[in-house]
């Protein structure tokens, strides 16, 4: 159709890099191939029971109108107790943690401000920070270093038009966590330059081998903006429940917006939460971190026989494949084992060109897949 006069902004957002293997694995397996799919980004498992019962009673209670914008108050008192010294009117629960971030950027986010993201990022960021009249720096990062930047590297590129930073530790793709004393210095920097800080921490609870995550709510600092959900260690994505935590002045900000953009977010997967958190995270969220770790160390062990170096991850349910003996870099890479090998990754390049050297696979799945990818990558052969 000619001229539609949409507008401008979806010009300057491009289409995924992950989406053209998507859409190819998708037509594959229409077309009958057994194709393994290590490329989603949710859990495989069901919702806990007691926020399914939660679920229920809010269903039958009929609380289904909507509720405060800000989010259900006690849910609020509720996500305020798991995070030390913070009150309730610092919270503003939405619908996803997805949605958390993008009204907070709206709301610091001026034309032409700069956001800075380390490589690698969650895809994402670039295009809300785009979105918003921004503009991301990218901070590469490299394999040497195991993806870690250094406090210098990323202050070379603070300027005066820099407003914040994004960190998502632990990270997605690679299940990285950026280590607390470089946390330390990212605040002090951040304090230095008044900037905000958004702390995307939607994995922190899924954490392996006694890492210790050390939230960015622990810092005295009132431009620091936290943005979670329950949408992965609840294994609810579809329920979208998210929520930021944040000085009252900015959670009031954020709230304004969310009221004409958002409203509320579900109010059944709101009132499902409310006491019923303790339980989900005893009895499941422990089994379930308990079940990426399995399948985790399954791929450690048998990755070893392959072409492919990996790097453990610490955290989250993703590893990064290093294809550099492929030959190839990694959109081709992912084209190469989709087509010949049936086994959907994500790109490396789809979270920064400092991973282009690798895929992403998720181990959200079940490790009688895990073990027919496995299977199917040991086939693989360097190249050149
Ligand atoms: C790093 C990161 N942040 C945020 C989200 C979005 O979470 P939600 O489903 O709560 O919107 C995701 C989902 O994949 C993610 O990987």
Known sequence: MNNL???????????????QVANRAKELKREGRDIVDLSLGQPDFPVP?????????????????????????????????????VKAEQIVVCSGCKLGIYLTLEAIVDPGDEVVLIEPFWVSYVHMVTLCGGKSVNLKTSKHKGFIPSIDELKALISDKTKAIILNNPNNPGGIMLPKELLDQIVELAKEHQLFIIA??????????KNSFHSLCHYDYERIIITNGFSKNFAMTGLRLGYIVA??????AINKLHQHVGTCAPSIAQYSIIGNMEEAYEVDVQTMVS????????????????????IIPQATF????D?????????????????????ATVPGIAFGESIDDYVRISFATSEKVLQKAIERLSEVKAIG
């Not at 003996?325 to 989709?338: H, N, P, R």
């Open 49 to 85: 029971e007691s926020i399914k019962t939660g679920l229920f009673t809010a269903l039958e209670e009929n609380k289904t109108g909507y509720t405060e914008s800000q989010g259900v108050l006690e849910l609020r008192k509720e996500i305020a107790a798991q995070y030390k010294g």
């Open 323 to 343: 294809i550099s003996k492929l030959g190839m870099k990694s959109l081709e890479a992912s084209s190469y084992l989709l087509e010949e090998f049936g086994v």
């Open 5 to 19: 006069r949409l507008s401008s902004k979806l010009d300057i957002i491009k289409p995924s890099a992950s989406l």
């Open 291 to 310: 079940t990426y770790k399995r399948r985790r160390d399954l791929l450690i062990e048998g990755f070893k026989n392959t072409i492919f170096s990996i």
């Open 200 to 209: 995307d921490e939607i994995y922190s609870d899924i954490l392996f081998d």
């Open 318 to 321: 993703y590893m990064l494949l």
């Open 247 to 252: 000085h009252s002045e900015i959670a009031a």
